[in-house]
């Protein structure tokens, strides 16, 4: 088992946590290396279950026990993978799966995003200049958040890898693996959403579903691991798989009890923060309103042309992701001021995926002002 706590990249913006082993092993490394971030972010996160969902320590840990169950119980390998981070970090094994429940903790006695967060592309390979199939995201959220970040590289006994992006602590966000899978993410908000009443048993995290579906080794499998998951939040998966002819892309709408699906028009996907494939729910953007009405349909517009003469390269994606219309609530989103401080978001960081090539693309956001950083799964990889 190899840790590489510190990142040789001078230019990234995050560091890079590098593990192999089991899951366990994986997860207690991961937990050492950054057990200082680890800290920082429980910190956070606490802070946030108090006063935006009046959870106090006791009920945060009675939610993370819950979910651990279920964790165990529908995935188990990810469930070993977070006991090992609770170990490494040296804090509460419930603590940790609260925190990556912190989606359903937050919105579940509160559910609502309000205007959400987040656009994200994807596009085929028969419609990319270079062949390679791109996925890729803004990443939306508090900027209090940046500070306690990871990317997060895992190699398993099996030789299955893994990189993403990763709030301390978490197992995965947008990202890709060495089977030519990727994901990126946009939250959704219905009236299905919210924690079980009467002791009933919690769905799956929405960031266990995520590591899910990057554990997989193929798209189909992804999708077996998403949409077999019960769920207590709704969420948006951009996925895609490398391969012949363009590789196949697919966007996944799930809500608790239901899923839809959306296939590439014109090559491509892009998807935003509201439901678009007609699930029989109450979308709460209908009451919140806001960028998320646009940003989807804007990002394919700018990219349509490129798309349709096969040509859209990762400088196309790029400068879609740091488009301000409607600034500074746009696709490429800076802090409004009149939000309230603990619903205030900003584009925390730029994901920039070439499935083809396992290349990973991150840019410190919001993106209009940074560049972006490209890295090879396999050079960052531990050593054997």
């Known amino acids: 088992m190899t840790v590489d706590p510190a990142t040789p990249y001078a230019d990234l913006p995050v560091p890079v946590v590098s593990v192999q082993g089991t899951p366990g092993e994986c997860g207690a490394a991961y937990g050492l290396a950054a057990r200082p971030l680890v800290a920082a972010n429980l910190d956070l996160y606490l802070r946030r279950f108090r006063e935006q969902a009046g959870l106090d320590s006791a009920a945060v840990r009675a939610a993370g026990a819950g979910f651990r169950r279920t964790t165990v119980a529908h995935h188990p390998r990810v469930a070993e993978m977070l006991d090992g981070v609770a170990e490494g970090a040296g804090v509460a094994v419930e603590e940790i799966y609260a925190l990556n429940a912190r989606t359903e903790l937050i919105y ?104 899910s579906v990057l554990e997989a080794d193929s798209l189909a499998w992804a999708l077996r691991a998403a949409c077999r998951s019960p769920r207590n939040a709704s969420i948006n998966m951009v996925l895609g798989q490398a391969g012949d002819h363009g590789g196949e892309l697919i966007d996944l709408e799930l809500a608790p009890g239901e899923a839809g699906w959306l296939h590439p028009v014109d090559g491509m996907v892009t998807h935003a923060n509201h439901f678009e494939a007609g699930l029989p729910v109450f979308d709460t953007i209908k009451e919140w309103g806001g960028s998320s009405l646009f940003r989807s349909a804007r990002a394919r517009r700018l990219l349509t042309d490129a798309a349709v003469a096969g040509k859209v390269g990762v400088d196309d994606v790029m400068e879609v992701f740091r488009d301000h219309a409607s600034f500074p609530l746009g696709i490429c989103r800076h802090v409004d001021e009149r939000d309230a401080p603990l619903d205030r978001s900003e584009t925390v960081y730029s994901v920039l995926l070439d499935l083809d090539e396992r290349r990973f693309g991150l840019a410190a956001g919001p993106p209009c002002g940074h560049d972006y950083t490209w890295l090879d799964l396999a050079g960052l990889l531990p050593a054997d």
């Open 108 to 211: 579940g006695v509160r559910p609502d995003g309000g205007d959400g967060g987040c656009t994200a592309v994807g596009v085929l390979g028969t419609h990319t200049a270079t062949g390679s199939l791109l996925i890729g995201q803004n990443w939306d959220w508090h900027p209090a958040q940046r500070e306690a970040m990871v990317l997060l590289v895992t190699r398993d006994e099996r030789g299955h890898a893994v990189v993403t992006l990763a709030e301390a602590g978490m197992l995965a966000k947008a990202g890709l693996n060495s089977a030519g899978v990727g994901v990126c993410i946009n939250m959704l908000g219905c009236d299905r959403d919210g924690l079980p009443r009467g002791g009933g048993a919690p769905g799956v995290p929405y960031h266990v579903l995520l590591r």
